[in-house]
């Protein structure tokens, strides 16, 4: 069982600035700028690129499977965490996280923080977040029709991996706030439904009539 809330928290508790509350301490021509964080834009398409670029000549290096398997595999992994962890929060302003509650319960929180964004810099994440899983649904359909199903494996996993990342980030760019404003709408609609419903189907209720009194 899960939820999905919107939250200013800290991502641990040790974090030393809440997630929010950077703004105070960012340079106001922080849109103006060419790049503001050069190196996290540089690995946020780093490692999603190497495991591409590997995917595609790995058999001009090796001709081992399990060689390219891993190294895919380890460039995505670091891939998923830099994206998840560093580049959306500091890019774009966003962040999207899961937690287990006392109860055993899990929510997801879909974060995002009003302040000002690098233009160059949010278009390369952009860019990048969803550029990457059209190559992945295009290795997934040759490697499909091709019938290389220990290469459809791995583009399986990278497919879960960027989707992740990129639902995330759509959900907390497009979907969280308009899920939180419409929560009260939704209350108040469903409470009129309910009494439009026992309007219409509450018996009407019998006239009594009044017993006739003999007066003498």
């Known amino acids: 069982m899960s939820s999905a809330t919107v939250r200013n928290v800290p991502l641990l508790d040790d974090d030393t600035i809440p997630f929010g509350e950077e703004t105070e301490m960012q340079d106001p021509n922080v849109a103006t700028k060419k790049y503001t964080h050069p ?68 929510h997801w929180v879909f974060e995002s923080k009003k302040s000002k964004i690098n233009n160059n810099e949010a278009r390369l994440f952009w860019l990048g977040l969803i550029m990457c899983p059209v190559f992945w649904s295009l290795f997934f359909i040759i490697a499909l029709f091709g019938l290389k199903f220990k290469w459809l494996l791995l583009v399986m996993i990278a497919l879960a991996l960027n989707g992740a990342n990129l639902y995330g980030y759509v959900k907390c760019n497009f979907g969280a706030s308009k899920d939180l404003n419409s929560a009260a709408s939704d209350f108040v609609k469903t409470q009129i439904f309910k009494n439009a419903v026992n309007i219409i189907t509450k018996p009407n209720p019998q006239p009594t009539t009044a017993s006739a009194t003999n007066v003498v």
């Open 39 to 106: 190196y996290v834009t540089f690995f946020h398409l780093f490692f999603r690129v190497a495991a591409i670029v590997i995917y595609m000549f790995c058999g001009w290096f090796s001709d081992s499977f399990i060689t390219s398997f891993v190294f895919v595999v380890l460039f995505l992994s670091a891939d998923f965490w830099t994206v998840k962890n560093i580049t959306g929060r500091l890019l774009v302003g966003l962040r999207w996280w899961n937690y287990v509650d006392e109860e055993g319960i899990s």
